[in-house]
């Protein structure tokens, strides 16, 4: 079981027994530190406090990856300018990061093949990755404004909080808790 938190931590639990194995704590979200200094890691339990976690950042999202052809990895997405893709032992493998906008992410999901990362910015940047290479395929600027509003007119965006990945067709759906929006609204993007 792996859980993320506003605290900044990510904790992967044994399902069994409801132990907390590992606490990964992302770091820096300076492109200029090297990926062996991106990633804390503690051993610690459940019971533990808050580990003085004032400064992290928190976890927009926490997706695991599973299949047959990779060992078992995690994309970390905290709210910043890069997504971590680490191993359970918290190894970051890659990074994931857009120069082309400014903004944090704020959501995020993968597909179910793996094969693509969906991050979404607060400023209503999609940002696809392929995540094999840790490339940014393309970025789409008004999925947000397209997303979020609430008449027809209205050009600005709201926050996504959400982003799904369609597990059998290629179709995504965001929604947003806005107070700016109406709210409920769910959209979905072919």
Known sequence: ?????????????????????????????????????????????????????????AIAAVLPLHTQEQQPALIIVPRGSQALLVNYAGVVLKIFQDNTAAGSFCAASANSSNQWLYAVKENGTLCIFEIATGKLQTSVTDFGTTSTKKVKDD???????????????????????????KRGQLVVWK
Do not use: W
């Open 1 to 57: 079981v792996v859980t993320s938190s506003a605290d900044g931590t990510v904790r992967i639990f044994d399902g069994a027994s409801a132990d907390c194995l590992r606490v990964l704590r992302p770091t820096h979200d300076d492109p200029s530190v090297p990926i062996k200094e991106k990633m804390s890691i503690a051993m610690e339990h459940a019971t533990a406090s808050a580990n003085s976690a004032t400064n992290n950042v």
């Open 155 to 181: 050009a600005s965006a709201a926050e996504i909080s959400v982003i799904l990945s369609h597990p059998n067709q290629n179709q995504l759906a965001a929604f947003s808790n806005s107070k700016s929006q």
